[in-house]
């Protein structure tokens, strides 16, 4: 029998085990969903405590989302160990949570190693709206919007010049010439001719590294994301993998973010000028130096690899759609006359190369999932709810491959309406960048596939 103290303990144990069940229970994700009169998204099968941590994807997340878009619908619900993860599937519901209530729904999240150990949290696309981010946004604007292409017209004609003497005769996978010379052509545009002489291929292959690590850690879960006081812990210590990668990373950020600026600022300092964003920034004023540096940096980063990307996917498509490409010579023939070499004002003009370019986007976006968006407080849409916190993933190549239109009945490339800020960046440097070198190629080659030849392999030939 127990002593009255004894049992008094044990008493208070058992009011205090059920007022701490009792709190757990009422403020569960479910229990505020049916507070707010909703429920939450369709998914996954969640287990007790760690939710989906155990059936969330290791990999490919953007295949299996899509997956799942199949079987849940527009908007799917999952739980990662306490973490609210929503993955919108429909134009619509990706309008109405990051565009009609981005007051909402306009947050970035915070992953502890790529942004505070590998020190990419500079980067726009992983800031928070803030006075800095302001900035940055309206440097882009002015530095790579429709205005400002005139000022790039001679790096993109000495770029569409390498790339077309490079492709001239060749046979196989396209994508090392394209991102030697998108990367040739945009090192110029952002820190100038005598940077891109000295240090060009250095930066680019940097720039891969970087962008594949950081592709390679974000489809990944780590731990010291969830708790990150681990960034703390030692580099031997078990566990301690995200130790080495970050500084890994922080390598490949470093030189990002400081070496190409530092190195054209020194120049500027000694009266060596060419013609660059950096330079003509540093000295027209009206931004500062920080923000300068980082926005190039990432207007640097997010064209490179992506620009490239793209535009392999749209010579693969008109290689596979070998009348596609037939139709954009006879229209450039008529439009421009015949060996007359396009320039950026024809590029409007030529309506079937938009559609066709547009539909390659539509097929095969750079980004398919972008970067997720953080819920400033909670939501509810269409009856489900939407906590305080969650991680927005819009399944942007889902809603381009089964949501949308194809150009047979649309030429104005609806792709483009689902892309978040992020990809528009991307976007404006493929317009700015490679409109031109696309137009040259179809002007001057006939590009084919070959039977003897790997997949993905294309072949070719001058056809002037």
């Given at each position: 029998?127990?002593?009255?103290?004894?049992?008094?303990?044990?008493?208070?144990?058992?009011?205090?085990?059920?007022?701490?069940?009792?709190?757990?229970?009422?403020?569960?994700?479910?229990?505020?969903?049916?507070?707010?009169?909703?429920?939450?998204?369709?998914?996954?099968?969640?287990?007790?405590?760690?939710?989906?941590?155990?059936?969330?994807?290791?990999?490919?997340?953007?295949?299996?989302?899509?997956?799942?878009?199949?079987?849940?619908?527009?908007?799917?619900?999952?739980?990662?160990?306490?973490?609210?993860?929503?993955?919108?599937?429909?134009?619509?519901?990706?309008?109405?949570?990051?565009?009609?209530?981005?007051?909402?729904?306009?947050?970035?999240?915070?992953?502890?190693l790529v942004c505070d150990i590998m020190g990419f949290g500079y980067s726009l696309s992983l800031m928070q709206p803030t006075?800095?981010?302001?900035?940055?946004?309206?440097?882009?604007?002015?530095?790579?919007?429709?205005?400002?292409?005139?000022?790039?017209?001679?790096?993109?004609?000495?770029?569409?010049?390498?790339?077309?003497?490079?492709?001239?005769?060749?046979?196989?996978?396209?994508?090392?010439?394209?991102?030697?010379?998108?990367?040739?052509?945009?090192?110029?545009?952002?820190?100038?001719?005598?940077?891109?002489?000295?240090?060009?291929?250095?930066?680019?292959?940097?720039?891969?590294?970087?962008?594949?690590?950081?592709?390679?850690?974000?489809?990944?879960?780590?731990?010291?994301?969830?708790?990150?006081?681990?960034?703390?812990?030692?580099?031997?210590?078990?566990?301690?993998?995200?130790?080495?990668?970050?500084?890994?990373?922080?390598?490949?950020?470093?030189?990002?973010?400081?070496?190409?600026?530092?190195?054209?600022?020194?120049?500027?300092?000694?009266?060596?000028?060419?013609?660059?964003?950096?330079?003509?920034?540093?000295?027209?004023?009206?931004?500062?130096?920080?923000?300068?540096?980082?926005?190039?940096?990432?207007?640097?980063?997010?064209?490179?690899?992506?620009?490239?990307?793209?535009?392999?996917?749209?010579?693969?498509?008109?290689?596979?759609?070998?009348?596609?490409?037939?139709?954009?010579?006879?229209?450039?023939?008529?439009?421009?006359?015949?060996?007359?070499?396009?320039?950026?004002?024809?590029?409007?003009?030529?309506?079937?190369?938009?559609?066709?370019?547009?539909?390659?986007?539509?097929?095969?976006?750079?980004?398919?999932?972008?970067?997720?968006?953080?819920?400033?407080?909670?939501?509810?849409?269409?009856?489900y709810y939407i906590p305080k916190g969650c991680y927005l993933h819009c399944n942007i190549g889902f809603v381009c491959q089964f949501k949308l239109s194809t150009i047979p009945t649309?030429?104005?490339?609806?792709?483009?309406?689902?892309?978040?800020?992020?990809?528009?960046?991307?976007?404006?440097?493929?317009?700015?960048?490679?409109?031109?070198?696309?137009?040259?190629?179809?002007?001057?080659?006939?590009?084919?596939?070959?039977?003897?030849?790997?997949?993905?392999?294309?072949?070719?030939?001058?056809?002037?």
């Amino acid at each position: 029998m127990l002593s009255p103290s004894a049992s008094h303990a044990w008493a208070a144990g058992a009011v205090i085990a059920g007022l701490v069940t009792w709190y757990l229970a009422s403020n569960t994700n479910e229990a505020k969903a049916r507070q707010a009169g909703a429920i939450l998204g369709p998914g996954p099968k969640r287990a007790p405590l760690v939710g989906n941590v155990f059936n969330f994807p290791k990999a490919r997340w953007y295949e299996v989302f899509s997956e799942w878009a199949q079987e849940y619908g527009d908007i799917i619900y999952v739980d990662l160990g306490g973490l609210p993860m929503v993955i919108l599937n429909s134009l619509e519901a990706i309008r109405d949570l990051t565009e009609k209530r981005m007051n909402i729904h306009s947050g970035r999240p915070h992953f502890t190693l790529v942004c505070d150990i590998m020190g990419f949290g500079y980067s726009l696309s992983l800031m928070q709206p803030t006075r800095d981010y302001a900035e940055q946004r309206r440097l882009f604007q002015k530095a790579i919007g429709s205005h400002a292409v005139q000022e790039y017209d001679s790096f993109l004609r000495q770029g569409c010049s390498e790339l077309l003497q490079r492709l001239d005769g060749f046979s196989g996978e396209p994508l090392s010439i394209l991102i030697q010379t998108v990367g040739n052509v945009l090192t110029r545009i952002a820190y100038g001719e005598h940077f891109a002489q000295n240090h060009g291929p250095e930066i680019i292959q940097n720039n891969l590294d970087a962008v594949e690590l950081v592709g390679w850690v974000s489809t990944k879960f780590w731990l010291v994301d969830v708790i990150p006081l681990l960034r703390y812990i030692p580099a031997w210590f078990p566990g301690a993998a995200f130790k080495r990668v970050g500084e890994q990373g922080k390598g490949y950020a470093h030189v990002l973010r400081y070496r190409s600026f530092d190195y054209v600022k020194a120049a500027l300092a000694k009266g060596i000028t060419d013609e660059s964003i950096i330079s003509k920034y540093m000295n027209e004023g009206g931004f500062s130096e920080g923000n300068l540096r980082d926005a190039v940096a990432v207007m640097y980063a997010a064209g490179v690899d992506t620009t490239a990307i793209t535009i392999t996917h749209f010579i693969f498509s008109i290689t596979l759609y070998p009348e596609w490409q037939q139709q954009i010579h006879e229209e450039m023939h008529q439009v421009l006359g015949h060996g007359h070499m396009p320039t950026i004002e024809d590029i409007p003009k030529l309506k079937m190369l938009n559609a066709v370019f547009n539909e390659s986007l539509r097929w095969n976006p750079a980004a398919p999932i972008g970067v997720p968006h953080v819920s400033a407080k909670e939501d509810v849409w269409r009856g489900y709810y939407i906590p305080k916190g969650c991680y927005l993933h819009c399944n942007i190549g889902f809603v381009c491959q089964f949501k949308l239109s194809t150009i047979p009945t649309n030429h104005s490339g609806l792709c483009s309406e689902t892309l978040d800020y992020g990809e528009r960046i991307v976007k404006t440097l493929i317009r700015v960048a490679f409109s031109g070198n696309i137009t040259h190629q179809l002007m001057s080659f006939q590009i084919s596939g070959a039977s003897h030849l790997a997949l993905g392999d294309v072949y070719v030939r001058d056809d002037t």
